[in-house]
């Protein structure tokens, strides 16, 4: 007999008792007048009255007028970019968010397998559990010569706490060979899942990819969603700092119910953690586009620890982890205590957890040295109109041609005109430090420079504006070991250091969301005039969206899938 069942027969008290709530029981999709008792940081049993469970010692919370729900689970993220989670974790617990699966898309390109397994070790002890995705981005060869070893990478699938192949975009796989195809066959061996991201995908190229991938959060209306669900793909609703796509999850709901959506914030940045949430924001924006509450819980609870195998996780069933979230207002989704595996970490809005800290390798702290050479942003002069990036907005850029000014045989950029350089340089340790200056319009008339080592899927640092401000930051970048730097004649004029990997910052996490106030204040002031000048900047570099970006040694055309140079043919 196991440690669970004297409890649930009444023969032994409970560790915790959770009395007088509506207890959400995601299976039926039922509010139910229930009882949770926890033993071994398990619930033991769910009974309509838990008086026999309760001894002197027993913990007994008292859930009149409130919803008991299974704890939250993001069912995808980026926890390696921006802050170290071990800083900011704390802020998801108090948002009911006992649960994450997250990409390695911060540390897995420059680090390759080893920067997984810091990811890992970084996370271990806290009490929030954290799954990963092996990232397949440095054996893509689309752009750029495939780094690492395929079965390196392979290997790490093998790990308890790996879900599965992180987002393949679409353009990598689809019609062509890839190097990653060793993952994909290693995690179909051993029942492990295939992320996709599918921008701009859909019939046949959608159902080619629906080959490789088993979920999907790139659907932005609801006939997207709709589209991946008929073909056999998870849908994944996102609402964070990258972008709101609950109305087409709403949409898509009224067609194929719950059953195949789950719910993710893709990323919630300090600023955004801190000021507006986690999690509870994701299901509120769910109840407020008509899903009923039940089933919008269900897509952040049972959906998502079904969809990717979590043993034990995303319901109060007899036998399952205590995570455990107390709600006492379902419209606003307002969470006034979390048990995470049955430890009271948050009650009546007060923490009883706090941020942790992690020493990493050396080589993370010391992970940006790039080229200052001031030809690595010179163009020589050329007589015809020349190939630039057309930022748009969002993640979206475009192809155009312009005509720079010409000064001392070499193409300058136009401020004034909203005519910028763009340059992008190679950080891989295997890398010289290098890469490729172009051109970007849309910006807007931007007067100085700003450079990040904050680049989407490519390990680098990217700078954009005019003069040697471009690389005065980032000189300054390289100084600080990574993060944000805004120059304007010669002076740093605001800055954000993010020293593991170059990608995340480990001050305090309310430090860090004041200095991106700070960069994207000054970058307004500067003259950026798109609605998210930080966003804009660091997504030049991504692959995943059309259809013009940067790469170390040129710009990708994301339609042909191949490297062209300035000179339009």
Same mark, same amino acid.
């Given at each position: 007999?196991? #440690?669970?069942?004297?409890?649930?027969?009444?023969?032994?008290?409970?560790?915790?008792?959770?009395?007088?709530?509506?207890?959400?029981?995601?299976?039926?999709?039922?509010?139910?007048?229930?009882? /949770? /008792?926890?033993?071994?940081?398990?619930?033991? %049993?769910?009974?309509?009255?838990?008086?026999?469970?309760?001894?002197?010692?027993?913990?007994?919370?008292?859930?009149?007028?409130?919803?008991?729900?299974?704890?939250?689970?993001?069912?995808?993220?980026?926890?390696?970019?921006?802050?170290?989670?071990?800083?900011?974790?704390? @802020?998801?617990?108090?948002?009911?968010?006992?649960?994450?699966?997250?990409? /390695?898309?911060?540390? =897995?390109?420059?680090?390759?397998? +080893?920067?997984?397994?810091?990811?890992?070790? *970084?996370?271990?002890?806290?009490?929030?559990?954290? @799954?990963?995705?092996?990232?397949?981005?440095?054996?893509?060869?689309?752009?750029?010569? *495939?780094?690492?070893?395929?079965?390196?990478?392979?290997?790490?699938?093998?790990? $308890?706490?790996?879900?599965?192949?992180?987002?393949? #975009?679409?353009?990598?796989?689809?019609?062509?060979?890839?190097?990653?195809?060793?993952?994909?066959?290693?995690?179909?061996?051993?029942?492990?899942?295939?992320?996709?991201? *599918?921008?701009?995908?859909?019939?046949?190229?959608?159902?080619?990819?629906?080959?490789?991938?088993?979920?999907?959060?790139? %659907?932005?209306?609801?006939?997207?969603?709709?589209?991946?669900?008929?073909?056999?793909?998870?849908?994944?609703?996102?609402?964070?700092?990258?972008?709101?796509?609950?109305?087409?999850?709403?949409?898509?709901?009224?067609?194929?119910?719950?059953?195949?959506?789950?719910?993710?914030?893709? =990323?919630?940045?300090?600023?955004?953690?801190?000021?507006?949430?986690?999690?509870?924001?994701?299901?509120?924006?769910?109840?407020?586009?008509?899903?009923?509450?039940?089933?919008?819980?269900?897509?952040?609870?049972?959906?998502?620890?079904?969809?990717?195998?979590?043993?034990?996780?995303?319901?109060?069933?007899?036998?399952?982890?205590?995570?455990?979230?107390?709600?006492?207002?379902?419209?606003?989704?307002?969470?006034?205590?979390?048990?995470?595996?049955?430890?009271?970490?948050?009650?009546?809005? +007060?923490?009883?957890?706090?941020?942790?800290?992690?020493?990493?390798?050396?080589?993370?702290? #010391?992970?940006?040295?790039?080229?200052?050479?001031?030809?690595?942003?010179?163009?020589?002069?050329?007589?015809?109109?020349?190939?630039a990036i057309e930022y748009r907005e969002g993640l979206l850029s475009g192809?155009?041609?312009?005509?720079?000014?010409?000064?001392?045989?070499?193409?300058?950029?136009?401020?004034?005109?909203?005519?910028?350089?763009?340059?992008?340089?190679?950080?891989?340790?295997?890398?010289?430090?290098?890469?490729?200056?172009?051109?970007?319009?849309?910006?807007?008339?931007?007067?100085?420079?700003?450079?990040?080592?904050?680049?989407?899927?490519?390990?680098?640092?990217?700078?954009?504006?005019?003069?040697? #401000?471009?690389?005065?930051?980032?000189?300054?970048?390289?100084?600080?070991?990574?993060?944000?730097?805004? /120059?304007? !004649?010669?002076?740093?004029? $605001?800055?954000?250091?993010?020293?593991?990997?170059?990608?995340?910052? !480990?001050?305090?996490?309310?430090?860090?969301?004041?200095?991106?106030?700070?960069?994207?204040?000054?970058?307004?002031?500067?003259?950026?005039?798109?609605?998210?000048?930080?966003?804009?900047?660091?997504?030049?570099?991504?692959?995943?969206?059309?259809?013009?970006?940067?790469?170390?040694?040129?710009?990708?055309?994301?339609?042909?899938?191949?490297?062209?140079?300035?000179?339009?043919?």
């Amino acid at each position: 007999m196991n #440690d669970l069942q004297p409890v649930a027969l009444g023969e032994e008290p409970a560790d915790l008792v959770i009395r007088n709530g509506r207890v959400l029981l995601p299976e039926p999709g039922e509010f139910q007048a229930r009882d /949770v /008792v926890v033993t071994n940081n398990r619930v033991a %049993a769910l009974p309509k009255d838990a008086t026999d469970a309760i001894g002197e010692d027993t913990n007994v919370i008292n859930a009149s007028d409130r919803v008991v729900s299974p704890g939250f689970i993001d069912a995808h993220t980026h926890i390696d970019l921006h802050q170290t989670f071990e800083n900011a974790y704390h @802020y998801a617990l108090e948002g009911g968010t006992t649960t994450v699966v997250t990409e /390695v898309t911060g540390f =897995g390109p420059v680090f390759g397998p +080893e920067g997984v397994k810091q990811m890992l070790a *970084a996370t271990s002890y806290l009490p929030i559990r954290v @799954y990963a995705t092996v990232p397949p981005q440095p054996l893509f060869d689309t752009f750029q010569p *495939a780094r690492g070893n395929p079965d390196a990478f392979a290997n790490l699938l093998e790990d $308890a706490r790996i879900v599965g192949v992180g987002e393949t #975009d679409w353009i990598h796989a689809v019609g062509r060979d890839t190097p990653v195809e060793a993952l994909y066959d290693r995690a179909g061996q051993i029942g492990k899942t295939v992320s996709g991201h *599918a921008a701009g995908c859909s019939g046949e190229k959608l159902q080619a990819f629906a080959t490789i991938i088993d979920d999907d959060h790139e %659907a932005i209306t609801g006939e997207e969603i709709v589209e991946r669900v008929e073909n056999g793909i998870h849908a994944i609703g996102r609402c964070g700092s990258i972008r709101d796509d609950m109305t087409a999850v709403g949409e898509a709901y009224e067609e194929i119910g719950a059953d195949e959506i789950s719910l993710s914030t893709d =990323g919630m940045w300090p600023r955004e953690l801190i000021r507006e949430g986690y999690m509870d924001v994701v299901v509120r924006r769910a109840i407020e586009e008509g899903i009923p509450p039940a089933d919008a819980i269900r897509m952040v609870t049972l959906n998502p620890a079904r969809h990717f195998r979590l043993q034990n996780l995303g319901s109060l069933a007899p036998g399952n982890i205590a995570d455990i979230v107390l709600i006492d207002d379902l419209e606003t989704v307002n969470v006034t205590t979390v048990i995470s595996g049955g430890e009271v970490v948050y009650n009546n809005h +007060e923490t009883t957890v706090a941020p942790r800290s992690y020493e990493y390798p050396e080589q993370f702290y #010391d992970s940006v040295n790039v080229s200052t050479d001031p030809d690595q942003f010179r163009v020589p002069a050329m007589d015809e109109p020349v190939r630039a990036i057309e930022y748009r907005e969002g993640l979206l850029s475009g192809q155009t041609t312009v005509s720079p000014p010409v000064e001392d045989d070499e193409l300058v950029a136009a401020p004034e005109d909203d005519l910028l350089k763009v340059t992008l340089l190679d950080r891989h340790p295997e890398g010289d430090g290098t890469g490729f200056t172009g051109f970007l319009t849309g910006y807007g008339a931007f007067e100085g420079a700003v450079a990040t080592s904050v680049v989407w899927e490519t390990p680098g640092v990217i700078a954009v504006g005019s003069g040697d #401000d471009m690389r005065r930051a980032v000189t300054h970048v390289n100084e600080m070991g990574g993060g944000w730097a805004v /120059v304007r !004649d010669g002076e740093v004029v $605001a800055e954000l250091p993010m020293r593991v990997a170059g990608v995340c910052s !480990d001050l305090e996490v309310e430090e860090t969301a004041k200095l991106y106030d700070a960069v994207e204040g000054a970058l307004r002031t500067l003259g950026a005039n798109v609605e998210r000048p930080m966003l804009a900047v660091q997504t030049l570099t991504f692959p995943g969206v059309p259809s013009l970006k940067m790469a170390p040694s040129g710009y990708a055309d994301i339609f042909s899938r191949e490297v062209v140079g300035l000179r339009v043919e």
